[in-house]
């Protein structure tokens, strides 16, 4: 199938540079300990903590991410090899969905490294609650990925393409994001996901928009 | 012909204009709590009637031009988008005039400032895509983005509202519902119809603008 | 069925702000290795594109009588972290009916290079796997832009025969070069490209068309 010859191509890139997954752990790590270190000139208690922690592990997800995938699609562009593929007969929508697995495979790795990394350096246990973590950082970084591979491409030919993609997918990624600290936040209080959440209902809402868009909008994103 | 049309509508949309300053200087009497201060809400919530509207005529001539690729289109969004941000801007700022006034605050978070204060970021991304995106691809490349941000701006709205609150700091005098004085409702619903009209006015006077732009950038020759 | 080849019919496109073509009509058949010349700027690389799908014509139409082409063009379109092995083990894989991975390394003379990544190569060893790349399913529309340009005669004879095989099974074969000495030998017909326009279009049979097209070319070449 076409779809998983292009995954394959896709993460074999990935696995030769490691960029994306390289830049996203740096990153993270270093965020982390930069947060940590902030974090604990405050004198917060262990309930505090874990109030705070969601939404600094997904600060620095999103950021850390946001970097990482700027350069992802020089693979393609270098060499023109996208346009290969077009005239080959692949179509946007195929190439599309095995980007987008392929990042999310990738920054899902990465993310769960970093968290667990935040939590080690905060002292915060996430064992209780692991099954939920994973779960949702799947769906987060899926809904991410999605978005991300998308506007990825309507910055791979500007001169200003690492600066430009955080300019105009922070803004857009609100939603996600929220839902995203929602919902950790409500796993690590009760230990599980909350399957009655609205923010559980939102998230995969905007996993399928995004992908849909995704899949709609790519075509035109990449075609000259 | 076309310019007799724009002439005439200026003209009208003039009128309008003066005859809600107006009302709104000269007709409506002090509020009994905040005093003259709080003229300033008429402006700041037509300002955010305008800024919707712009989200909402970006989004039809964002999918418009994917669909038919017809310039005049492109010229619409980046109209629309141009306006909606200066729009938004006056809703932000004449926002945090107005609460510091009212609260002694310039900005709390709640779901109507955050919602804004995204609202404007989204068109922020949009400025930089336009200024920054590769020159070659920018009405596909905006379109897309604009269509993403369109359909962003109600996802931010819902979400805001499920996150957990602090206070409400709209209070509730200025609330539609809220507004006993049959004049303040009618100077309200004028001044929103009035600069929903400038806002028309300034979409079209900026659309006819960047389609005599892309006119005189299509007949310099660049070279082969 | 006999395939119509490629047909171009009332080709208009504006491109960064030029009037490339005007209502530009032409038909390659098939079994036909068509030289399209032109001095720089004549619109040689944009026909090729629009040609082949990658840019879009503002009016007119493009008929392709088979879905499998082969295009290569200022780039090879290969993945430079990949080796040659995996570059064209991909490539074969999206394609239907592709050669066998070994027989496609020997053909070009890559097989030494197989585990080699693309980005370590010379621009001649990656310009033939780019043309193996192209050329490695059974192509029935096969556009080349410049492909001699970095090639040294042993490869450019590799190329030759590749090219000469594909369209004696039938396919349409479309060259933009100004690589005349090397390529004039095997065209079956040549096209001059002026200012966007058809100037001249010869075929190799007709000694005093062909002589005419190309005192035309080398004249405006002063």
Redesign the interface.
């Known amino acids: 199938m076409i779809f998983v010859t292009l995954l394959r191509k896709d993460l074999l890139i990935e696995l030769r540079g490691r960029e994306v997954f390289a830049v996203t752990v740096g990153l993270s790590l270093m965020l982390a300990v930069v947060a940590a270190f902030g974090i604990g000139t405050a004198f917060l208690n262990p309930p505090q903590l874990s109030a705070v922690f969601p939404a600094i592990a997904w600060l620095i997800f999103i950021f850390a991410a946001t970097v990482g995938l700027g350069r992802s699609l020089e693979a393609e562009t270098q060499d023109a090899a996208i346009e290969g593929l077009l005239v080959a007969g692949v179509s946007p929508p195929q190439i599309y969905s095995a980007k987008v697995f392929s990042n999310s495979l990738v920054l899902c790795l990465g993310q769960l490294i970093g968290m667990c990394l935040l939590a080690l350096l905060l002292a915060i246990n996430l064992s209780d609650a692991w099954s939920a973590l994973f779960l949702i950082s799947a769906l987060v970084v899926f809904g991410y990925s999605a978005l991300a591979t998308l506007l990825t491409a309507l910055c791979a030919t500007s001169s200003l393409r690492g600066v430009l993609l955080p300019l105009i997918l922070l803004p857009v990624i609100a939603p996600l994001f929220f839902s995203a600290i929602e919902l950790t936040h409500e796993a690590l209080e009760n230990g599980r996901l909350a399957l009655d959440s609205p923010w559980l209902s939102l998230l995969v809402g905007l996993d399928v928009v995004y992908f849909l868009l995704g899949l709609n909008l790519y075509g035109a994103a990449i075609k000259e | 012909m076309k310019n007799r049309y724009f002439e005439l509508s200026t003209v009208f949309v003039f009128l309008a204009v003066a005859l809600a300053n107006y009302l709104i200087f000269i007709y409506v009497p002090n509020e009994r709590v905040m005093g003259p201060v709080q003229r300033i809400f008429y402006f700041h919530v037509a300002a955010a009637v305008a800024a919707y509207i712009s989200v909402a005529v970006l989004l039809i001539a964002s999918l418009s031009y994917l669909a038919t690729r017809k310039p005049v289109m492109d010229g619409v969004s980046v109209a629309a988008s141009e306006v909606g941000f200066v729009f938004c801007s006056i809703v932000m700022v004449s926002g945090m005039i107005w609460g510091h006034a009212a609260w002694n605050t310039f900005f709390r978070w709640e779901p109507r400032l955050v919602s804004f204060l995204f609202l404007w970021l989204i068109f922020l991304g949009l400025t930089c895509m336009r200024r920054f995106g590769d020159p070659s691809r920018a009405p596909e490349h905006s379109a897309v983005l604009g269509v993403i941000a369109a359909l962003t701006v109600p996802v931010v709205v819902y979400s805001i509202q499920l996150l957990p609150q602090t206070a409400q700091l709209h209070p509730v005098v200025v609330e539609n519902r809220g507004l006993k004085e049959p004049s303040f409702q009618s100077t309200l619903f004028y001044t929103m119809a009035a600069v929903a009209t400038l806002t028309g006015l300034l979409i079209w006077l900026r659309t006819r603008i960047a389609v005599l732009e892309s006119k005189r950038s299509k007949r310099q020759p660049t070279g082969g | 069925m006999h395939s119509d080849g490629l047909k171009l019919d009332g080709i208009c496109k ?1 491109y ?3 009037r ?1 073509f005007n209502s530009l009509s032409l038909q390659f058949n098939p079994g036909e290795i068509s030289l399209l010349i032109g001095a ?4 040689k690389s944009t026909l090729l ?1 629009i040609a ?5 014509p503002d009016s007119g139409t493009v008929h392709r009588s088979s ?5 290569v ?10 080796s040659v092995a ?1 570059n064209l083990d ?2 074969s ?3 239907p009916e592709a050669e066998n991975i070994e027989t496609l390394l020997m053909r070009w003379g890559l097989t030494k290079y197989r585990n080699r990544r ?1 980005a370590g190569l010379s621009k001649g060893i990656q310009t033939r796997v780019g043309l193996a ?1 192209a050329l490695c399913a059974s192509q029935k529309t096969i556009l080349l832009d410049e492909p001699t340009a970095s090639l040294d005669d042993t490869s450019v004879g590799g190329l030759i025969t590749a090219l000469q095989e594909k369209a004696q099974s039938g396919a349409v074969v479309v060259i933009a070069s100004h690589d005349l000495a090397r390529l004039l030998p095997i065209a079956t017909r040549v096209v001059l490209l002026r200012d966007g326009i058809v100037a001249s279009d010869a075929q190799c049979g007709n000694h005093t068309e062909l002589d005419a097209l190309l005192t035309q070319y080398q004249g405006n070449n002063r």
């Open positions: 504006d960064a702000g030029l490339v720089n700027g004549s619109g594109r082949i799908g990658l840019l879009t879905a499998a082409v082969g295009y063009g200022h780039l090879n379109s290969l993945y430079m972290q990949l995996e991909f490539w894989s999206i394609l693309v790349r």
